[in-house]
């Protein structure tokens, strides 16, 4: 047989097996080619067709506009021209600030786009000797150092009607990008309604700031956050507490913590209330943010005072007690306390859980700080059609705490021993709308006015002359007829602590910066009771919170153990030098050397021994708690820094095997 006749046929099976496999690296080099060339193909399309196009994943949708902004921008009566002014050539080596300028030009095409005409966007490079350049000095937008020589960063805007008025935001920081879609929508709605809305503003705590004196500039007050950020959308005219009524063409009233006004502003209130007024109430029973009081000025009470006006309106707010509720309870640094501190269950902070769904009002805020918050409840001599729609509400997990024990100096660990859960969900802050009662019927009589004789007598001279016979009564004296009353819109919030400052407000490198979405409910509650709801179901106000509601609820388990034996200790502690105490105090009254019996040294030898014991016990269940909080923060943290990526890292290298070996087998 000759060597030609020994190779195998075509048919063979060797053939078969073995020439596939010399094809198979140009199939695949051909198909990674073809994919490749799809990729570049696709990748050229989308940046020139495609730019506004992207599927959005983030959680709060962040990159996507809100439903609320195509209908308000298409139904705005005059266009509105956009200027951004962008250092094309300054992003070189600012990587951040590039993607953010990208960001706020797309973003602005988008809102051009669903505007139908009516957002009309021009964007200019202020190249240094620019006209752009000049336009932006002019218009004061900020020029931050690049890192280049000779060349500044300008990331701004210009928003203006057509009667040349004008918004500028001088610099657009990305750090501010969670509010972007906000800002810029509160700046339309500002050109498209020329005229900002008149709101009321009624406070002793002098929310505007207070100048301090000429030569101690220093001990004024500067204005609160939640008074800076009404007066960017609104027209506030603070009104004196002891002034006789209100000014007119109000659009809405704001009432942070009143107390001591006068009964003229009380009647004035109640008029503007009951003809359809829209008010904003925040009622605090226990205001825990009250200024140092200085000399010559009224101390302001503790307790919010509205003399009648809750009675009328069908609702109370207890001052006696305030909300305690484990669930929400904020955390403050108390000795003992642990790293992560010790729970406030008075000082809550409320997560969209426990916020209403069914209003705009609070349909996009994420966190809000109480302070000691009251609880609203319904009164029977209320309305039947009076509606109460709950606004923050507490878990079941709530209970009621004496008011007296709360406040800058309450005691965690005293409110968390007294509380007790009652199952039921506090009402904290709700929207009253519907028909009210009127808390003062009759007109207010001027103790100074005179009454005037010389008026014509309706009923003429005869009733005159018949009122005078004797035996006959005096005539009733005619009562006025008041005006029919409208429905009530009324916001009402059982805590004024909420706008403080340091509830809400944190100091950074960027100036004060918000942690909670207090002002934002502010605000939106003012946007919607004024007729601009738009800019309340825009989403985010302040950074979301993320809470990882497991570790606190272990926290709460294992505070509510060791708590009880903390208290058993103190307990102890107390009982042993009370006998000490009174041990030692049997010395003469005459100064004279205390004397004892050996029963009596032999038991303070023993109560000594046993305070010492006791004390090293108390430190050492205070130190368990305290360990066993932080163990869980590092449990925490090993799970998230080691245990997941090891996790993800198994599962990898399982498939990556499992491939590997399924390949082997088919070669």
Do not use: C
């Not at 209130?269 to 226990?286: M, R, S, T």
């Not at 993320?546 to 058993?568: C, N, Y």
């Amino acid at each position: 047989m000759s060597k030609s006749d020994s190779r195998p046929g075509p048919g063979s099976v060797l053939t078969d097996v073995v020439s596939p496999p010399k094809r198979r690296p140009k199939i695949i080099g051909l198909g990674v080619i073809a994919v490749g060339l799809l990729v570049v193909l696709v990748n050229a399309l989308a940046g020139s067709t495609l730019r506004s196009v992207r599927i959005d994943l983030t959680e709060e949708k962040l990159y996507s506009l809100s439903p609320a902004v195509g209908s308000f921008l298409k139904g705005i009566e005059e266009p509105i021209q956009v200027q951004l002014f962008i250092s094309r050539g300054s992003l070189s080596n600012l990587p951040q600030y590039r993607a953010y300028a990208t960001r706020v030009e797309e973003f602005l095409t988008e809102m051009e786009r669903v505007s139908d005409g009516n957002l009309q966007l021009t964007v200019l490079n202020p190249e240094p000797y620019s006209e752009a350049e000049d336009l932006a000095r002019t218009l004061g937008l900020e020029q931050v150092n690049s890192g280049q020589i000779g060349q500044t960063l300008v990331l701004g805007l210009m928003l203006s009607n057509t009667v040349d008025q004008r918004e500028v935001m001088p610099f657009l920081d990305p750090a501010q990008e969670p509010t972007l879609e906000y800002d810029l929508m509160r700046a339309i709605s500002g050109l498209a309604r020329p005229e900002k809305p008149r709101v009321g503003l009624i406070s002793p705590l002098e929310m505007a700031g207070k100048a301090g004196p000429r030569k101690r500039p220093q001990e004024g007050r500067p204005p609160h956050a939640a008074y800076l950020q009404m007066q960017q959308i609104f027209s506030v005219q603070t009104i004196d507490r002891l002034a006789d009524e209100l000014p007119e063409d109000l659009d809405a009233l704001v009432m942070v913590h009143p107390a001591g006004l006068t009964d003229g502003l009380l009647h004035s209130i109640d008029a503007y209330v009951h003809q359809g007024g829209k008010l904003v109430l925040f009622y605090d029973p226990q205001h825990e943010s009250l200024p140092t009081a200085t000399p010559g000025t009224p101390r302001i009470p503790v307790t919010s005072d509205v003399g009648d006006l809750l009675e009328a309106w069908g609702v109370s707010v207890n001052h006696e007690e305030v909300v305690a509720d484990p669930t929400y309870a904020q955390r403050i640094q108390t000795q003992g306390g642990g790293s992560s501190g010790a729970p406030m269950l008075s000082w809550l902070g409320l997560s969209s859980e426990a916020m209403s769904d069914d209003t705009p009002i609070t349909r996009s805020l994420r966190f809000v700080i109480l302070a000691s918050a009251g609880r609203i409840a319904r009164l029977d001599t209320a309305s039947q059609s009076l509606v109460i729609t709950p606004l923050f509400e507490s878990s079941t997990e709530s209970g009621l705490v004496d008011s007296i024990t709360t406040g800058k100096f309450g005691d965690p660990q005293a409110i968390m021993s007294d509380h007790s859960p009652s199952g039921e969900r506090y009402v904290m802050a709700a929207r009253l709308t519907g028909p009210v009662e009127r808390a003062y019927p009759k007109p207010r009589i001027d103790a100074d006015a005179e009454i005037s004789t010389d008026a014509p007598d309706a009923m003429g001279d005869n009733a005159t002359e018949s009122s005078d016979q004797p035996g006959d009564e005096p005539a009733a004296e005619p009562v006025q007829d008041l005006p029919p009353g409208k429905d009530a819109d009324i916001v009402l919030v059982a805590d004024a602590d909420m706008l403080a400052d340091r509830f809400w407000i944190q100091e950074s490198y960027r100036g004060p910066q918000p942690v909670a979405d207090n002002g934002a409910f502010l605000l939106s509650t003012l946007e919607v009771l004024t007729g601009n709801p738009v800019l309340s179901g825009l989403r985010p106000r302040a950074a979301s919170r993320r809470p990882f509601t497991r570790i606190e609820k272990l926290q709460r388990e294992a505070e509510a153990e060791f708590l009880s034996e903390v208290e058993r200790l103190q307990d102890e502690v107390k009982n042993t030098e009370q006998r000490l105490n009174q041990l030692l105090q049997q010395a003469p009254s005459d100064n004279q050397t205390l004397t004892l019996n050996s029963e009596q040294q032999a038991e303070i030898e023993k109560l000594q021994d046993q305070r010492l014991a006791t004390r090293k016990a108390l430190r050492v269940a205070q130190y368990e708690l305290s360990r066993s909080i932080d163990r869980l923060g590092q449990v925490l943290m090993l799970i998230n820094v080691v245990a997941w990526p090891a996790l993800i890292s198994l599962i990898l290298a399982a498939g990556l095997a499992l491939r590997w070996k399924r390949s082997r087998a088919l070669d």
